[in-house]
């Protein structure tokens, strides 16, 4: 089946574009970025987001194996956000992931809401271990605002690697499956010219 004319998106509950792809089917999906649960009808989600508290406080926060169920809970959400953004097969951040990958997310969140996020572990690339940057959303309407370098910046530091230290970070660091967007930001914002990719 060929990709549909309209585009895919995901909104917030006050109508900003979470990303949007084309997909085999058309249509928005809506998507509580307080507490990360995702509606695909416009009255449900007016309703739901009326007495929607949230339950996310500001500031960048980790989440790992270690985290409690519910803060565990959001990271497919995460993920799938990430994937319709990027176009790829599948989401690179799951909850399973924490599991199974040893994976650590550190999610940013600004008046109770989730805006951006950083997934990543350490593995093994040709026998060797480096600390992967497996995953890297903001939203769309979010975007050019320093969030993407805040978290990454804090990725570092959470793995033990000084931002500013650029050849410890390109020899250190893989990047899994980066879209252009990525691949700019790095090259473009954060002076990264030889960082390591992953496809």
Not at 4 to 19: A, M, S
Not at 119 to 139: I, L, P, Q
Not at 179 to 198: A, C, H, P, R, T
């Amino acid at each position: 089946m060929g990709k549909c004319d309209k585009p895919y998106r995901f909104y917030d509950e006050n109508g900003n574009i979470l990303t949007e792809t084309f997909d085999d089917f058309g249509g928005s999906e809506f998507h509580c970025s307080k507490c990360l649960k995702l509606y695909f009808q416009e009255g449900h989600l007016k309703r739901h987001s009326f007495k929607c508290k949230g339950t996310l406080a500001n500031g960048v926060e980790k989440i790992n194996k270690s985290s409690p169920k519910p803060l565990q809970k959001i990271i497919s959400a995460l993920g799938r956000l990430s994937q319709h953004a990027q176009g790829i097969d599948f989401p690179m951040t799951h909850e399973e992931g924490l599991k199974t990958h040893n994976q650590s997310v550190l999610i940013y969140v600004t008046n109770k809401k989730l805006i951006g996020f950083i997934t990543y572990s350490t593995r093994k690339f040709t026998e060797v271990e480096h600390y992967s940057n497996d995953d890297f959303f903001v939203a769309q309407y979010m975007r050019r605002a320093g969030i993407g370098s805040i978290l990454f910046d804090e990725m570092l530091r959470n793995i033990g690697i000084d931002p500013k230290d650029i050849q410890n970070v390109e020899k250190n660091v893989i990047v899994c499956r980066p879209s252009s967007d990525m691949m700019n930001f790095l090259l473009e914002k954060k002076g990264y010219k030889n960082i390591q990719v992953w496809r």
